[in-house]
């Protein structure tokens, strides 16, 4: 089963009394175990079409189904639900829980959202810990730690639950050139170990070149769809 | 459940100045509230327990119609024989009476033999009358004050003693004019100057009630009022409700009451001050809500506005908007808790203090009254529910918006 089917989406927006189409008519199929970005120009509508597959924003038109599910049909609770279960997110400024340490921000989603009992818990965190090379950092605030820890931290984050999807903004936006190459590795890393998808929406040359599809976006209208990583 | 406490927790630790501060001024209405419940607590049960337990016991039984002519002390409406039989009766039944006491009162001329005025006087059995009043026998500033007073002597008012010049064992006259309008005159030995107190009563002489039966020329056993103390003066309206049944509804012949009940509160203008007591707890009870309430809300907007792409983050992986709506309401019901802690803590301190110190004060012409505050249970468990309340009460409207935040808007915001 695809993990994201989109057939003829759109989204537009109010702006004042005028109507802007974020989205016009895209329509596309995402697999299992994909590594897609999403690329274009500011205010091409790529984070808009993130948005509305991680269940934030729904569509005004067309349907979009994520792991099987209609998401138009669901409200804003049973959308929360639905991402807690399935979908992760690595976002660009990292966005980790100041008052919660590294062990407990990727605990977050087990204890807050799953409701894991707590020895099961601790286990799992400790094993996304040791697939993201923080095994030993696990006590210290996010605070005490680097950027590229803390966007090692929030992949922890997205995939304790074992999401089938993670949905990535602009995640190595905020890194320096050594930090994103090896954030990007990490997240094929364990794309390969936990067959999960990631979705991106970038500018990165780096994280362009790693993905294996390509969505062009221009204007809210999907241009093309390119295969490989040679996309410059 | 736990979680949410932890989270809520640490996010009041990481603003801890703000925490300070808030939890500071809900101390500071809880302090403020209880320190002014146990002294004005105690002012008033003071006062009460010198009106009831002097002068007037916590209840009075009347013939109908006795007290809206009291100010005449009029002696064709005492209770006599079938009618003093019933009310002992309904007296000696119920279990909360601890004791009761018939008097008879009158107005007198009062003579040194040179000089002559007016007197009220309360006729009373000593023996009764130090049971029912037990502080009676403590407003005797001169004089022998055991066992009250016997047949032929009379406790003077201070006022008459002074103005008449009398003393300690002088012989004076009480001239009264009895219910048929003939005049009798009758000696009386000074046994004792009594204090005057503010209040009805607090300003007559005493003599013995058999005194008063032959100044009066009475014929069979009768009084003006009977004064009742209860062992308890919570039981006071309950106790008030059973005789009203018992005796409001006995009819007379002319199918009108015979009888009427009073507690203290409508025999006494001092129940108008507690009354006064009592509303000015409630404003300070009203100010502290308003302090809580507004410093709460006020510090949860802030913590909301300032917190907009973390509760952004939270929703987009998966927090319900319910969980985000407990986390802030837990974190306004921990500030509530913790202000009201330490503000319990200090007011127990300071009554405690305040006990210690043995502060005294004067009312009126009471002199060196002792300020003994105290609090109950109730009352600081009634003051910390209301404070928890209002702050979880407070934080719902920040809680509320935090929670229906669009994770979008949130996660945009810089």
Redesign the interface.
């Known amino acids: 089963m695809p993990v994201v089917v989109a057939k003829q989406l759109e989204k537009t927006y109010m702006a004042g009394d005028i109507a802007v189409k974020a989205i016009q008519k895209v329509s596309f199929t995402i697999e299992p175990s994909s590594f897609v970005a999403f690329v274009g120009p500011s205010g091409s509508g790529k984070s808009t079409l993130l948005?509305m597959i991680?269940c934030?924003?729904p569509p005004t038109a067309g349907t979009l189904e994520v792991i099987g599910q209609d998401i138009s049909s669901l409200n804003?609770?049973q959308a929360?639900?639905?991402?807690?279960?399935h979908?992760?997110?690595v976002?660009q400024?990292f966005?980790l829980?100041?008052?919660?340490t590294v062990f407990e921000n990727i605990e977050?989603?087990l204890?807050?959202?799953?409701n894991w009992p707590k020895e099961k818990r601790t286990i799992r965190v400790q094993e996304m810990l040791k697939a993201v090379g923080m095994a030993d950092q696990g006590h210290k605030f996010p605070s005490q730690i680097s950027g590229g820890q803390k966007q090692r931290v929030a992949v922890a984050?997205?995939l304790v639950t074992s999401a089938s999807l993670v949905l990535a903004d602009e995640p190595t936006a905020n890194l320096d050139h050594k930090t994103a190459n090896h954030i990007i590795a990490l997240m094929k890393e364990m794309r390969d170990e936990f067959g999960t998808s990631f979705i991106f929406s970038t500018h990165d040359p780096k994280v362009v070149n790693n993905a294996e599809t390509i969505f062009t976006l221009e204007d809210g209208q999907l241009l093309q769809e390119d295969s490989g990583g040679n996309h410059v | 459940m736990f979680n949410i406490f932890k989270l809520a927790l640490r996010n009041l630790r990481r603003y801890m100045r703000r925490t300070l501060l808030t939890s500071s001024l809900i101390t500071l209405g809880v302090v403020a509230v209880l320190l002014f419940i146990s002294v004005a607590g105690s002012f008033k049960s003071m006062m009460i327990g010198q009106i009831t337990d002097s002068m007037l016991g916590h209840l009075q039984i009347h013939r109908k119609g006795y007290l809206a002519a009291v100010d005449s002390l009029p002696l064709d409406r005492n209770l006599k024989g079938k009618q003093l039989q019933l009310i002992k009766e309904a007296l000696d039944q119920d279990e909360n009476v601890e004791a009761y006491s018939m008097r008879i009162k009158l107005g007198a001329m009062f003579s040194n033999y040179t000089e002559t005025t007016n007197i009220r006087v309360n006729a009373v059995n000593p023996e009764q009358e130090m049971k029912t009043v037990p502080m009676l026998a403590d407003r005797i500033i001169k004089g022998n004050k055991e066992g009250l007073l016997e047949k032929g002597e009379i406790l003077v008012p201070e006022l008459i003693a002074k103005g008449l010049k009398v003393k300690l064992n002088d012989t004076i006259v009480l001239v009264a004019t009895n219910k048929d309008g003939s005049v009798n005159g009758q000696p009386f030995v000074i046994r004792g100057v009594l204090e005057g107190i503010s209040g009805p009563g607090g300003r007559d002489g005493v003599i013995h009630i058999e005194d008063a039966r032959s100044l009066l020329r009475t014929e069979g056993k009768e009084v003006s009022e009977i004064a009742i103390r209860l062992k308890d003066i919570k039981t006071m309206d309950g106790v008030f409700a059973g005789l009203q049944q018992k005796l409001g509804s006995l009819k007379n012949k002319m199918d009108k009451p015979i009888f009427e009940v009073h507690t203290w509160k409508k025999l006494s203008p001092f129940f108008n001050i507690a009354r006064m007591i009592d509303l000015m707890t409630l404003f300070i009870k009203i100010m502290l809500v308003a302090i809580v309430l507004v410093s709460i809300m006020n510090v949860m907007i802030m913590a909301v506005y300032e917190r907009i792409n973390e509760i952004g983050t939270i929703a987009a992986i998966g927090t319900v908007p319910g969980k985000i709506l407990s986390l802030f309401v837990m974190e306004g019901f921990l500030l509530g808790c913790l202000g009201t802690l330490i503000g319990v803590v200090i007011s127990l301190v300071t009554i405690a203090v305040l006990n210690a110190s043995q502060i005294s004060f004067d009312f009126g012409r009471q002199k060196g009254l002792l300020l003994s505050p105290t609090i109950g249970v109730t009352e600081v468990v009634t003051i910390s529910a209301i404070v928890i309340a209002i702050a979880v009460l407070a934080s719902l409207q920040p809680a509320w918006k935090a929670a229906r935040m669009d994770p979008i808007t949130a996660l945009r915001h810089v």
């Open positions: 948005n991680g934030l924003d804003r609770a929360a639900r639905f991402r807690g279960e979908i992760g997110f976002f400024d966005n829980i100041p008052v919660l977050y989603p204890q807050m959202v799953q984050r997205a």
